[in-house]
């Protein structure tokens, strides 16, 4: 599984769609599996299946009828579409749901039977286009388990994503992309050593000590220490957790009491700033076809 | 609290994916004939879900025959009765031509959803998704012809053509409503809403079937209008099936109009799928 990492217009989808040969390229070629995405579009179009930002099955049709419909255009006929999609519906944890229209769905339910549209027929390359924006935790838990029982059932996924965990959970490698470029690429492991090894928030107790303690964290951690809008906490990128346990003892030393100090992942726009020097922009979700 | 924990909520099941994933066959891929009826067996899906979709096919023919029939029939024709005898196969044209214009905004809504994305990213033969949304349409047209023809009946219209006749005029029809179709789900590929695709189709629809002989004889008209009315596709559709229908020898306006719809067919069907590819 390939992860490609960026924020919002930084030209994930508009890659997708041009892979997936929904859109042609401006300029330049690409191949997939092989296969030129212009001149062997169904070449392509065969081998490869899409599940797009947005659940794209038909809502007024029922879960059932949805994949049925996909099945008999695979060329599965009659009753082996039927089996198909109950087969599907079974597996998805859907069956309850089968005869419900789509758009009476959950949002959990809704990348589910989107999901199970896309495998129908078993791809050899799955383009997943965010598949757990929008999703709350538990049904992206859920998301995220089917994705991993694809993959360890030997499908190739290509994943985009706006999260940084996202990736981490479930990319064997990661590109991260910014204004339509690739500008790193690496493993998960590989990426956070590139930005440091995390991020460490400390809030003290008394939010008047929050200066001194300031003064100490850059004083031991050697690094540059931000004052975070809760007028209690502060923010550092640390590269390892042996200066934190010294910084930890060094508050401690200078009496300054503390509600919470947390070493955390780096985040994506801790990522983007080591990487590009500019924090990743929040484009229009409108650009982000044309970007 | 503890009934939602405890509450079996169903799961999917990591080896029910893996074996579905293991169990797919890679069926031979179906033909465009194949494909296409399995699109408009999704328009029929989509008539069952929302029926309300059908309130236009029903309600617009009974206004229209209703209102032009006691608006006009008196002043032109003397009586009603003899009027709805010349009028009621030209509203019948009338009232399909004004529903194919839902054909582009139901396409734009459907491109909006993202649905068109899924369609145009399986290996079918490319028309097939639009060929069957006009295939469905037909459906919604031949109903409308249907009701028409009915209130027609009842206000006293005597088709001379019979049963034969009157099919073969609704045939024609459909036939012209196809290819009609066409000009608007280019409109929607060109188009970004589904607002400005009804309000073009409403700039190309109005002249066509006012400026034609649906409602009177043309030859009152000033010589500019008759060059239009003429020339209109619609009127030799109108006449065609009013030979049909009347039970008179049919001249050279059925061909005149399946030359027309093959023509229809043939440019916008290209531009059509011309826009297609890209189709945002």
Known sequence: MHGFLGPNGAGKTTTIRVLATLLSPDGGSAQVLG????????????????????????????????????????????????????????????TEAANRQVKKYSGGMRRRID????????????????????????????????????????????????????????????????????????????????????????RVLDPAQRPAARAVLERVLGVEVREEADPSALAASVDSTGPVTRALTALEAEEIALAQLALGQPTLDEVFLALTGHVAEEQDADEEGTA | MTIEATRPRPQPEV??????????????????????????????????????????????????????????????????????????????????????????????????KGVFDRFRSLPVWRPSALVGMLLGDAVRFTISAVVTSALG????????????????????????????????????????TSASVMGVSMLVITPLTFGSNIFVDPSTMPGWLQAFVSVNPVSHLVTAVRDLMGGVPVGSHVVLTLVWAAGLVAVFGSLTMWRYRDAR
């Not at chain 2, 001379?160 to 196809?178: E, K, P, R, S, Y």
Request: glycine share 10%; no cysteine.
């Open chain 1, 35 to 94: 296969r030129d995405v212009v001149s062997q579009a169904n070449e392509v179009r065969r081998r490869v299946s899409l599940t797009g930002q947005f659940a794209s099955v038909d809502e007024d049709l029922t879960g059932r009828e949805n994949l049925r419909l996909l099945g008999r255009l695979y060329g599965y006929r009659g009753q082996r579409a039927t089996r198909r999609a109950d087969e599907l519906l079974e597996a998805f944890g859907l």
């Open chain 1, 115 to 202: 999901i199970a549209a896309s495998i129908v027929v078993t791809p050899e390359l799955l383009f997943l286009d965010e598949p757990t924006t929008g999703l709350d935790p538990r049904s992206r838990n859920e998301v995220w388990d089917i994705v991993r029982a694809m993959v360890a059932g030997g499908t190739t996924v290509l994943l985009t994503t706006q999260y940084l965990d996202e990736a981490d959970q479930l990319a064997d490698r990661i590109s991260v992309i910014d204004h339509g470029k690739v500008i790193a690429e690496g493993t998960p492991g590989q990426l956070k050593a590139s930005v440091g090894s995390g991020a460490l928030t400390v």
């Open chain 2, 15 to 112: 080896a029910a994916i893996r074996s579905a994933l293991g169990s797919s066959e890679r069926p031979p891929a179906p033909g465009p004939l194949s494909t296409s009826l399995t699109f408009g067996w999704r328009a029929l899906l989509k008539i069952k879900h929302v029926p309300e979709q059908l309130f236009d096919v029903t309600v617009f023919p009974v206004m229209f025959t209703l209102l032009f029939t006691f608006l006009f029939g008196g002043a032109l024709a003397g009586s009603t009765t003899d009027y709805v005898q010349f009028l009621l196969p030209g509203i019948m044209v009338q009232g399909v031509i004004m529903i194919t214009m839902y054909t582009g905004t139901t396409l734009r809504t459907d491109i909006e």
């Open chain 2, 153 to 192: 009946l009842l206000l006293g219209w005597r088709p001379a053509g019979g049963v034969t006749g009157v099919v073969l005029g609704v045939l024609l029809i459909l036939v012209f409503a196809f290819s009609l179709g066409w000009i608007w789900t280019f409109l929607s590929l060109v188009l970004r």
